[in-house]
């Protein structure tokens, strides 16, 4: 790999051991790939790892755990303050929830640690799988280091930014050095178009944009999907879903919407000089065999738990939920658990969206969701979700059946105790 003066320095231990531990990482890491060199990068999400606090040197026990899972280091080196806009992911659990505290030893009081120990080093404990939602917003073009499928994806298709699916070790490392391999999406001759997908059904809330990713992402797996035919233009929250989705049945980490994604103001831009693989089709057969697919592991229709905020709401979406309440209360027989990052959270208690869903009996949490603490209400055997990515994961983490629908369905499950959703 072709390196600068200023890498080989890093490599070589001039600037620190911890630097020289990332070095290695990232040349062995873009050797493997086939990355002829490193990109500059000042944009990192990742996740830092913890270790508890009561452990009797707990600063040398932080020290441990960076080397081993952020810089993929036997050597144990001092952690080092991070040299690039660093945004933490979705946590282990909300350390507010008293019902995960209850299930969860001493996970609260080591996250906890764990973000004053890396927040005083300058990463930004934003704890949410959408920092794009949350001030984390790369400019077009932007070479960023980024984990996280769903997030990933929006980073590349919607907003423009560059990244591939980096692990915590290439994240930690790219956080310290500023750099990381340049191979995959970071060329801009990896990210046109592959599939040509004619939307023949008309498509518009965000329950059919994330059918339309979950149908997709096995079609196309890894490849990239240019999105034309009779869909309305998407908003964040739809193309959000959609990314999950897809990112979630398949392997997608780029798309393009002509017309509205960045990299395809035409349809020539979106595809470039060549010609697509394949031309697939989306009509009303899909549509209603995706639904049925969501929706083949649940047969019991009495809602013991409806999760809403995967990947996690934006304020939007907290106004959506609100609004479908209608001053009505969660059944003694359920429950509501909502999902935000948890600066919009400060936003919805401000707005007292919170307060109508507390009221309601429902609860709003932040910096996890069930897939990721698989915390659930206690007894839960049946969910419902309006997130196909949820819907794909929970069931089997968690063994529970699980309903996929529109907000308003979920909303009126967790209402009535009653699954009623069907397609429209
Ligand atoms: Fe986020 Fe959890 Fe969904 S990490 S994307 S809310 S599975």
Redesign the pocket.
């Known amino acids: 790999m072709q390196l600068t003066d200023y890498e080989k320095q890093m490599r070589d231990g001039d600037h620190g051991a911890a630097k020289a531990r990332a070095m290695d990482l990232l040349i062995r890491y873009g050797e493997a790939l086939g990355a002829e060199r490193l990109v500059e990068t000042n944009n990192v999400a990742g996740t830092w790892a913890v270790a508890n606090p009561i452990l009797k040197d707990f600063a040398k026990s932080m020290d441990a755990v960076f080397s081993e899972f952020n810089l993929d280091s036997d050597e144990i080196v001092e952690t080092p303050a991070v040299e690039t806009y660093a945004v933490q992911l979705?946590q282990g659990i909300d350390p507010a929830s008293p019902e995960m505290r209850a299930n969860t030893g001493d996970a609260a009081e080591s996250q906890q640690a764990g973000e004053k120990y890396f927040g005083k080093r300058g990463v930004a404990m934003m704890s949410t799988?959408t920092p794009y939602q949350v001030g984390n917003v790369p400019v077009f073009g932007e070479h960023c280091a980024w984990m996280?499928s769903?997030a990933v994806v929006y980073c590349n298709g919607v907003l423009g930014a560059r990244t591939n699916t980096e692990g915590r070790e290439s994240t930690g490392a790219a956080s310290i050095t500023r750099r990381i391999p340049y191979w995959g999406y970071h060329l801009p001759e990896n990210r046109l178009g592959t599939h040509l997908v004619d939307v023949e059904v008309e498509i518009d809330d965000i329950m059919d944009w994330g059918m339309l990713g979950y149908w997709l992402g096995y079609e196309v797996e890894e490849d990239i999907p240019v999105i034309a035919g009779r869909h309305r233009k998407p908003n964040q929250i739809k193309l959000k879903h959609f990314g999950?989705a897809a990112a979630s049945s398949g392997g997608v980490e780029m798309f393009h919407v002509p017309g509205t994604t960045p990299e395809a103001r035409t349809m020539e831009e979106a595809l470039g000089p060549r010609k697509p693989v394949a031309t697939l089709r989306y009509g009303d057969r899909e549509r209603r065999d995706t639904f049925e697919l969501l929706n083949s592991n649940a047969s019991d229709t009495q809602l013991d738990f409806v999760m809403l905020?995967?990947?996690?709401n934006s304020l939007e979406q907290m106004v959506r939920i609100v609004r479908a309440l209608e001053d009505r209360t969660i059944s003694a027989n359920s429950a509501l658990w909502v999902?935000t990052p948890r600066a919009l959270k400060l936003v919805s208690d401000a707005n007292g969206y919170t307060e109508i869903i507390e009221k309601a009996g429902g609860r709003v949490y932040v910096d996890t969701?069930p897939?990721?603490s698989r915390q659930m209400p206690k007894g839960t055997k049946v969910v419902a979700v309006d997130?196909a990515?949820?819907a794909h994961?929970l069931p089997a983490i968690t063994g529970a059946q699980c309903w996929f629908g529109t907000v308003e369905e979920c909303v009126d499950g967790a209402v009535t105790g009653q699954w009623k959703g069907r397609l429209s």
């Open positions: 979705i799988c996280e769903s999950a905020g995967c990947p996690h999902f969701c897939a990721i997130s990515k949820q994961y």
